[in-house]
């Protein structure tokens, strides 16, 4: 009996734990199903490592509590070969399981790509915008994209992408990231932007004659009458054959035959204007299609060819913008730049703020919104397409175009092609500044002669430097200018140089350097002015000329007297001439 009992004991624990290893991972993807990878970061900065709770050793203070950890679960999908029709197409991504999603990601894995915008679709029905992904610049090879905590409560069902390639068929991985379950993404359609064809309409019905509802038509659109162009049900063009009795008229529709009876509150006559859209105008639909409006109706429809599709459409007016000549400063057939990267032509600009572009180095045409472009200009900040300028303080640039939004396309010397940059990264030419003149003959860093070439407003000089070939950018602090005199030491003067050696000075310069010979040394020298002692009529009574005795001992002549106390003298039986000091000098009479 108790060996029966312990059987069935054992048998009963056995069941408990197993149904508790069930309960466990019973939330776990299925293996094959979605190769998703689960990620746990942590939901607030971890406190202090506790201390262990798990010794039997009783303790008198509890540990503290570790902080909350929230599990994350990643999915991904790689979608390739992704369409580069203008406007982009919509990709339409479906989870195998609804789940709340935290976040979304992506990154090019190949070409670029620009997300025109990204969309969740909830149980409840409701469309959320990501916002992040709405109109994104366009994307280069390994660049990201991610949204911010989405702080969604309603479980996610599918996905709607719209995307498009440029410079070839951009390669997308999207990621996301799911709050209780890794979500497992499924790829259901791609849908091309090409406008839809009509059903065949519905059978018009006959229900009990209903009293027309008078409506106040913004334009004067034409009156129902036999021959009335209309438009019935949003949707399909016809004209009306005869007007019945009860608010119905009878009409055909283009493309169907036989004749139908339609409620007078279904249809809308043509008109010439409405809201400010006319027939024959060049718009932009749904923020993507160029095209010219055909027809206008008083319901705010109108029928309208789409550039690079076949056939007419029907589109409401609220979902066309006008194209014009000029917007926002920008007017058509003028030079732009596009994502600070991209030469680009207006063709058209249309009221809602887009544009339709072509971009150096890519066939067709584009739809970009006007805050993605920057129009070219003549000049800004005193710089000037043509200028010759100083990059980044070092190199001799040409300025090619100049944009509105600060940025300028430049040659550098010493480097191949053309280049982007910023204004703030140039300087300007300028004619003189602290004193130093393009042309002018100074001296660098003390010690080398050199010619201004230019002079930039950033305080740098183009120079050459005697001795060394090619132009060279210096301060212009570091340049002196050539003078006629400066600490009373001219050009022209015969100098003492270092007390000991006769000297003449070739040039004077500012920074208190001259260039002089010196008797006995070949080619001339750089010397500081206060090394050179000018020479004077008479000093401590001896002059130049006089009959002297040197040391007390050698008879002599004085050739030379110095405000410095010495004299430049012969000595009778001894060759050359001496620098000796006047102290040392008794005059003869």
């Known amino acids: 009996m108790k060996r029966s009992g312990l059987a069935a004991f054992m048998a009963l624990l056995s069941l408990v734990h197993n149904t508790a290893r069930a309960e466990i991972i019973v939330d776990l993807p299925f293996p094959g199903e979605f190769e998703g990878d689960v990620v746990t970061a942590p939901a607030t900065p971890p406190a202090p490592p506790a201390e262990d709770t798990t010794q039997t050793q009783p303790t008198t203070t509890p540990a503290a509590p570790t902080a909350p950890v929230q599990t994350e679960y990643k999915g991904e999908l790689?979608?390739?070969?992704?369409?580069?029709k203008s406007g982009g197409a919509t990709y339409k991504i479906e989870l195998q399981r609804s789940t709340i999603l935290n976040r979304l990601e992506m990154v090019i894995e190949a070409h670029k790509l620009k997300i025109h915008s990204a969309s969740l679709i909830t149980e409840s029905g409701q469309e959320v915008s990501v916002?992040?992904?709405?109109?994104?610049?366009?994307?280069?090879?390994?660049?990201?994209?991610?949204?911010?905590?989405?702080n969604l409560s309603d479980r996610v069902v599918s996905i709607e992408l719209v995307a498009e390639s440029y410079g070839g068929a951009a390669n997308v991985r999207l990621r996301a990231i799911g709050a209780t379950e890794v979500p497992r993404l499924t790829l259901q359609q791609v849908i091309e932007p090409v406008a839809a064809t009509p059903a065949t309409p519905p059978v018009p019905t006959n229900p009990a004659p209903v009293q027309a509802q008078?409506?106040?038509?913004?334009?004067?659109?034409?009156?129902?009458?036999?021959?009335?162009?209309?438009?019935?049900?949003?949707?399909?063009?016809?004209?009306?054959?005869?007007?019945?009795?009860?608010?119905?008229?009878?009409?055909?529709?283009?493309?169907?035959?036989?004749?139908?009876?339609?409620?007078?509150?279904?249809?809308g006559t043509q008109t010439a204007c409405l809201d400010g859209l006319c027939g024959g105008y060049n718009i932009l639909y749904s923020d993507s299609y160029s095209g010219v409006i055909?027809?206008?109706?008083?319901?705010?429809?109108?029928?309208?060819?789409?550039?690079?599709?076949?056939?007419?459409?029907?589109?409401?007016?609220?979902?066309i913008a006008k194209s014009v000549d000029c917007h926002q400063n920008f007017c058509i057939n003028r030079q732009a730049i596009y994502s600070n990267s991209y030469d680009a032509t207006i063709k058209k600009l249309f009221t809602n703020g887009k544009a339709q572009v072509t971009l150096a180095g890519y066939s067709g045409m584009h739809i970009v919104s006007l805050s993605e472009l920057a129009s070219s200009i003549q000049c800004s900040r005193e710089l000037c397409v043509g200028d010759s300028v100083m990059y980044n303080n070092t190199t001799k640039a040409k300025l090619l175009k100049v944009y509105s939004n600060g940025k300028v396309q430049v040659t550098i010397e010493g480097y191949s092609g053309t280049h982007m940059i910023s204004i703030s990264e140039i300087s300007r030419p300028t004619r003189c500044l602290e004193g130093v003149c393009a042309g002018d003959?100074?001296?660098?860093?003390?010690?080398?002669?050199?010619?201004?070439?230019?002079?930039?407003?950033?305080?740098?000089?183009?120079?050459?430097?005697?001795?060394?070939?090619?132009?060279?950018?210096?301060?212009?602090?570091?340049?002196?200018?050539?003078?006629?005199?400066?600490?009373?030491?001219?050009?022209?003067?015969?100098?003492?140089?270092?007390f000991t050696m006769k000297a003449k000075v070739i040039k004077v310069y500012s920074n208190g350097q001259a260039m002089v010979s010196i008797e006995g040394y070949s080619s001339t020298h750089m010397?500081?002015?206060?090394?050179?002692?000018?020479?004077?009529?008479?000093?401590?009574?001896?002059?130049?000329?006089?009959?002297?005795?040197?040391d007390r001992t050698y008879t002599g002549k004085v050739i030379s007297v110095f405000g410095n106390g010495t004299a430049q003298v012969t000595l009778n039986g001894y060759s050359g001439t001496h620098n000796v000091s006047v102290n040392s000098l008794v005059k003869v009479k």
């Open 214 to 267: 008078p409506s106040v038509p913004n334009s004067r659109p034409e009156a129902i009458a036999k021959g009335t162009k209309i438009v019935y049900s949003g949707s399909y063009v016809g004209t009306i054959t005869q007007v019945l009795g009860g608010g119905k008229v009878r009409a055909t529709l283009d493309g169907y035959s036989g004749t139908h009876d339609l409620d007078i509150r279904d249809i």
């Open 294 to 319: 055909k027809e206008v109706f008083s319901n705010r429809k109108a029928r309208v060819v789409l550039d690079g599709y076949s056939g007419l459409h029907i589109v409401s007016l609220s979902e």
């Open 527 to 550: 010397v500081s002015l206060t090394s050179l002692t000018k020479a004077v009529s008479c000093s401590k009574g001896i002059c130049a000329g006089d009959r002297i005795v040197y």
């Open 78 to 84: 790689t979608i390739t070969s992704m369409s580069r």
């Open 441 to 498: 003959s100074l001296m660098y860093d003390r010690t080398m002669e050199a010619k201004v070439i230019e002079v930039y407003n950033n305080r740098q000089a183009l120079v050459t430097i005697e001795g060394y070939n090619g132009t060279h950018t210096v301060a212009i602090s570091s340049l002196s200018k050539k003078i006629t005199c400066a600490s009373g030491i001219c050009a022209g003067d015969q100098m003492m140089y270092d």
């Open 131 to 150: 916002r992040e992904f709405k109109d994104s610049r366009v994307l280069s090879t390994w660049e990201s994209l991610a949204s911010e905590n989405l």
